[in-house]
């Protein structure tokens, strides 16, 4: 008897594994859709912050040289930005949408928009962002 006693002590249950299981899945249930909204969130945040960021490049750039940039790269190439910014949706850097200058004659870009398909938090698509 002492010996079937230490035998079922030694491990799980089925029961007790599934009641473990089944409680991991509940709270996988409800911390999932959370985490995924947060990750869109930070997304949408990142992208706000880049659009910022090259938007006050292309501003000092045309303050600096009396004409807009023709391309993102010239921001680069005359260190108004370190690298190449990356769409924080689509993960690329060719992605981004660029408006042209409004004269047409001052330069070529005059300001960007995102690439990426869908819509904000707010309702707007992400390129009128």
């Known amino acids: ?17 599934l009641v473990v299981m089944a409680i991991v899945a ?6 999932a859709p959370r985490y995924f909204g ?3 969130k930070a997304r949408e ?7 910022a960021v090259t ?11 009396g004409r807009y940039p023709r391309d993102l790269d010239e921001l680069v190439s005359r260190r108004y930005l370190r690298a ?3 769409d924080p949706l689509t993960e690329r850097g060719d992605s981004w949408q660029l408006t042209p200058a409004p004269d047409g004659t001052n330069g070529g870009v005059s300001d960007l928009h ?9 309702g707007r698509r992400y390129g009128e962002l």
């Open 114 to 122: 995102s690439g990426a398909e869908g819509l904000a938090r707010d």
């Open 38 to 40: 947060h990750l869109e």
């Open 1 to 17: 008897m002492d010996c079937a006693r230490r035998r079922l002590a030694r491990g799980f249950t089925l029961v007790e594994l």
């Open 55 to 65: 938007r006050d490049a292309i501003d000092k750039f045309y303050g600096d040289a």
């Open 84 to 86: 190449l910014p990356l």
């Open 26 to 31: 509940l709270l996988l249930a409800i911390a």
């Open 45 to 51: 945040a990142a992208l706000l912050e880049t659009l």
